[in-house]
C-alpha cells in the first residue's frame, strides 16, 4: 500500500459545479497536509495547507483534514474554466529535513 | 516561479550520454529538491539538499547523482542516460523556518527525452 493514495481522475464537471477531491493515507506521522494545483506544463504551485485536523477555507477553496480516518480532501466551489488543472495532495511529517509525499494527482477540466 | 529557473527547458539525448540539468534560486532558500514526474507515478523525490555540500537519497535515485556547491545552484546529473529517465524533471525549494519543509516552490520543469 502506498502511503498516499488519490483517486486517477481525471474529472470533468460543468462550470459552477461543487468539486470534491480527496487523498487518504496510511502514516498517521503526517501532521501537514498540502493541496497542489498544476497547469498544464507548468510546475506545481501550493494551493492550500492544513496543519493536523481542522479546516481551512480561502475564497471557492475548503481544504479538510480527518486524521482519524486519515482523509483529506480539497473541496471547490462554484468551480471555473480557470480551475481546470491537476490537483496533487502531499503530505508531510514534523520535524527537520522532513519530505513530502505526494499522491498522482487528479486532473480537473471544467467544462464552460 | 518565485526565483527559480531550470536549464536546459528541454533536451533529447542518446542512451548512454552523461546529462547534467541545473537549478538556480534567488530565493536564498535553504532546502532544495529534485522530483521527476511521471504518467501513473505522480511526483517522486530523487534527491534532496538541506545545505551547501549537504545532501540526501530520495525515493527514486538510483542512476542520478547532484551537487550542491552554492546556495543558489542545485545539479542533477545522469551519469549514463536509460530511456527509462525520460521524464519531466523539476527542482523545488523550501526555507524550514519552522523546522518542516512543508511549502516548497517549484520551477517550470525540464522536459527530458532519452532516445
Given at each position: 500500500?502506498?502511503?498516499?493514495?488519490?483517486?486517477?481522475?481525471?474529472?470533468?464537471?460543468?462550470?459552477?459545479?461543487?468539486?470534491?477531491?480527496?487523498?487518504?493515507?496510511?502514516?498517521?506521522?503526517?501532521?501537514?497536509?498540502?493541496?497542489?494545483?498544476?497547469?498544464?506544463?507548468?510546475?506545481?504551485?501550493?494551493?492550500?495547507?492544513?496543519?493536523?485536523?481542522?479546516?481551512?477555507?480561502?475564497?471557492?477553496?475548503?481544504?479538510?483534514?480527518?486524521?482519524?480516518?486519515?482523509?483529506?480532501?480539497?473541496?471547490?466551489?462554484?468551480?471555473?474554466?480557470?480551475?481546470?488543472a491537476t490537483y496533487l495532495c502531499a503530505m508531510s511529517k514534523t520535524g527537520a529535513n522532513s519530505k513530502l509525499t505526494f499522491g498522482k494527482g487528479i486532473t480537473l477540466s471544467v467544462r464552460p | 516561479d518565485a526565483g527559480i529557473t531550470q536549464s536546459p527547458r528541454h533536451k533529447v539525448t542518446e542512451t548512454g550520454t552523461p546529462v547534467t540539468l541545473r537549478c538556480h534560486q534567488t530565493e536564498n532558500h535553504r532546502y532544495m529538491y529534485w522530483y521527476r514526474q511521471d504518467p501513473g507515478h505522480g511526483l517522486r523525490l530523487i534527491h534532496y539538499s538541506?545545505?551547501?555540500?549537504?545532501?540526501?537519497?530520495?525515493?527514486?535515485?538510483?542512476?542520478?547523482?547532484?551537487?550542491?556547491?552554492?546556495?543558489?545552484?542545485?545539479?542533477l546529473t545522469l551519469e549514463s542516460a536509460t530511456s527509462s529517465q525520460t521524464s519531466v524533471y523539476f527542482c523545488a525549494i523550501s526555507e524550514s523556518a519552522s523546522g518542516t519543509s512543508y511549502e516548497q516552490y517549484f520551477g517550470p520543469g525540464t522536459r527530458l527525452t532519452v532516445t
Amino acid at each position: 500500500q502506498k502511503e498516499v493514495e488519490q483517486d486517477p481522475g481525471p474529472l470533468s464537471v460543468p462550470e459552477g459545479a461543487i468539486v470534491s477531491l480527496n487523498c487518504t493515507y496510511s502514516n498517521s506521522a503526517f501532521q501537514y497536509f498540502m493541496w497542489y494545483r498544476q497547469y498544464s506544463r507548468k510546475g506545481p504551485e501550493l494551493l492550500m495547507y492544513t496543519y493536523s485536523s481542522g479546516n481551512k477555507e480561502d475564497g471557492r477553496f475548503t481544504a479538510q483534514v480527518d486524521k482519524s480516518s486519515k482523509y483529506i480532501s480539497l473541496f471547490i466551489r462554484d468551480s471555473q474554466p480557470s480551475d481546470s488543472a491537476t490537483y496533487l495532495c502531499a503530505m508531510s511529517k514534523t520535524g527537520a529535513n522532513s519530505k513530502l509525499t505526494f499522491g498522482k494527482g487528479i486532473t480537473l477540466s471544467v467544462r464552460p | 516561479d518565485a526565483g527559480i529557473t531550470q536549464s536546459p527547458r528541454h533536451k533529447v539525448t542518446e542512451t548512454g550520454t552523461p546529462v547534467t540539468l541545473r537549478c538556480h534560486q534567488t530565493e536564498n532558500h535553504r532546502y532544495m529538491y529534485w522530483y521527476r514526474q511521471d504518467p501513473g507515478h505522480g511526483l517522486r523525490l530523487i534527491h534532496y539538499s538541506y545545505g551547501v555540500k549537504d545532501t540526501d537519497k530520495g525515493e527514486v535515485s538510483d542512476g542520478y547523482s547532484v551537487s550542491r556547491s552554492k546556495t543558489e545552484d542545485f545539479l542533477l546529473t545522469l551519469e549514463s542516460a536509460t530511456s527509462s529517465q525520460t521524464s519531466v524533471y523539476f527542482c523545488a525549494i523550501s526555507e524550514s523556518a519552522s523546522g518542516t519543509s512543508y511549502e516548497q516552490y517549484f520551477g517550470p520543469g525540464t522536459r527530458l527525452t532519452v532516445t
